[in-house]
Nanobody, 120 residues
Framework: VQLQASGGGLVQPGGSLRLSCAASGSIFKINGMGWYRQAPGRQRELVAFITVGGSTNYADSVKGRFTISRDNAKNTVALQMNSLKPEDTAVYSC???????????????WGQGTQVTVSS
């Protein structure tokens, strides 16, 4: 099982970016999916989370600006980031709890990080 993230880059303050993450491999079911970020010198933090049923949860710092969504048929999760601020600069990573075919229990998988830089 692999998670492949894409969509990072450099954007000016107030701009938008969309991150995408696709899960592939021997997947039976995907439970929760989320996006985390880690800025230099800081701990990794949860940015947004979405359940298989579509319920969402956001960090206070991104509420109203970021939107997480998923496509269960395609095993993808996306993060639409609007009104970006310099403090949003970080490496963003996607995460999913995945039950593999024939596995007894689900486990966490991580995508590679993608850099988001907000700067003028």
């Amino acid at each position: 099982v692999q998670l492949q993230a894409s969509g990072g880059g450099l954007v000016q303050p107030g701009g938008s970016l969309r991150l995408s993450c696709a899960a592939s491999g021997s997947i039976f079911k995907i439970n929760g999916m989320g996006w985390y970020r880690q800025a230099p010198g800081r701990q990794r933090e949860l940015v947004a989370f979405i359940t298989v049923g579509g319920s969402t949860n956001y960090a206070d710092s991104v509420k109203g600006r970021f939107t997480i969504s998923r496509d269960n048929a395609k095993n993808t999760v996306a993060l639409q980031m609007n009104s970006l601020k310099p403090e949003d600069t970080a490496v963003y990573s996607c995460n999913a709890e995945i039950l593999r075919n024939w596995a007894r229990s689900a486990r966490d998988y991580w995508g590679q990080g993608t850099q988001v830089t907000v700067s003028s």
